[in-house]
């Protein structure tokens, strides 16, 4: 006998052991599986590679609109005064309390600051 057939006769002999330990396998897993059912468990056995999950479709991002003149109104605000403002000040004149408004108003002098509208003396905001 031929090294290449022993090989083969040991693959058969391989796959029939592999075929009865399934089939205790699958006899142990259907007696756990009414055991469940019995308890008032509904399950079920599939065999195969799991199946991928669905993905959700995205959700669509929230459209949040820039709050209308936000930018024109910190602007009348800071040139209004002479000396300039620092932050607080700014949200104390534009009644801004709650951290929505307070972060639209330091959204607002960023952006006028990047586009050279503003310029910054320490902490104070001042017109250009």
Request: glycine letters at 6%.
């Amino acid at each position: 006998m031929s090294v290449i057939d022993e090989i083969k006769k040991l693959e058969a002999q391989k796959q029939k052991l592999l075929g009865k330990a399934k089939a205790e396998a699958m006899s142990a897993a259907n007696k756990a599986l009414a055991d469940l059912k019995a308890l008032g468990f509904e399950c079920h056995l599939a065999e195969g590679p799991k199946p991928k999950a669905k993905r959700a479709a995205p959700k669509a991002k929230a459209t949040r609109k820039r709050r209308p003149g936000i930018r024109d109104e910190v602007m009348n605000v800071v040139t209004a005064s002479e000396n300039g403002l620092v932050r607080k000040e700014i949200f104390a004149a534009m009644s801004a309390t709650d951290k929505s408004a307070q972060q639209a108003i330091a959204n607002a002098l960023a952006a006028l600051k990047k586009s050279g509208q503003l310029t910054t003396e320490g902490r104070v905001y001042k017109a250009v």
